[in-house]
């Protein structure tokens, strides 16, 4: 079935460094979209979600971008740091009314100091 | 409270034994999603209440699988006569508003890990 995909399961960068982290999805009717943070044994913490209707949003050192035609995400992460090592998962909603999210397989973030 | 909680953190049961996961969301939260999320995997979505009223099960994987939310606010997952494959973590998480704001971040509990012997 339709499923959102990563296409790089494992990232290791430098202290300092910009990450990258990517994200298929395959299904048009998703209009919203979140990028998550999971820690060793914690649950997974919200890190910046976009609309459909948007190409770009910024935070405080995170950037999501959305290309609706070729159905990609991106999460930049700026200055990375060795606490942003995580898995990092995005997910979407596939057009329901109350926000059920759909979620990738996930990509290990490693920062090395 | 400051954030969504849930009980036991962890849970080891024996095969066939009954289990219930509790689940405190945050304080005024409408909306309430249990996921299962398996080793390595992201979590995948079982069941959703709008205040008490469970509106989406669809993923229940079986019908050992029973949630409730009878107050509107704890939520409960139990499952029954537990198998092996049910071993993971089971994760709830709230957000503000109900159906019909479909843009609305759900923050996540810590989960709780279950362990089928």
């Known amino acids: 079935g339709e499923s959102v995909g990563l296409h790089l399961p494992t990232l290791s960068v430098q202290e300092g460094d910009n990450s990258i982290i990517n994200c298929a999805y395959s299904n048009s009717a998703s209009d919203y979209f979140i990028w998550y943070k999971q820690e060793s044994g914690k649950g997974p913490q919200f890190i910046i979600d976009i609309r459909s209707n948007m190409d770009k949003r910024q935070g405080q050192r995170v950037t999501v971008l959305l290309n609706k035609t070729v159905k990609h995400l991106s999460l930049q992460i700026a200055a990375t740091q060795p606490g942003d090592s995580a898995v990092y998962f995005c997910a979407e909603n596939r057009g329901t009314s109350y926000g059920k999210l759909t979620f990738g397989q996930g990509t290990i973030l490693t920062v090395h100091p | 409270g400051a954030g969504v909680s849930q009980s036991p953190r962890y849970k080891v049961a024996k095969r066939g034994q009954d289990v219930a996961l509790r689940c405190d969301p945050i304080?005024?939260?409408?909306?309430l999603f249990w996921y299962q999320q398996a080793l390595g995997q992201g979590p995948e979505f079982l069941t959703y209440?709008?205040?008490?009223?469970?509106?989406?099960k669809s993923g229940l994987p079986s019908d050992r699988f029973f949630a409730e939310r009878p107050e509107g606010s704890v939520s409960t997952l139990k499952i029954q006569r537990t198998q092996q494959e049910d071993s993971a973590v089971y994760l709830c998480a709230s957000s503000s508003v109900g159906a019909g704001r479909r843009s609305d971040t759900q923050y996540f509990g810590p989960g709780t890990r279950l362990t089928v012997l």
């Open positions: 209440f709008q205040n008490e009223a469970q509106l989406d």
């Open positions: 304080s005024g939260h409408v909306s």
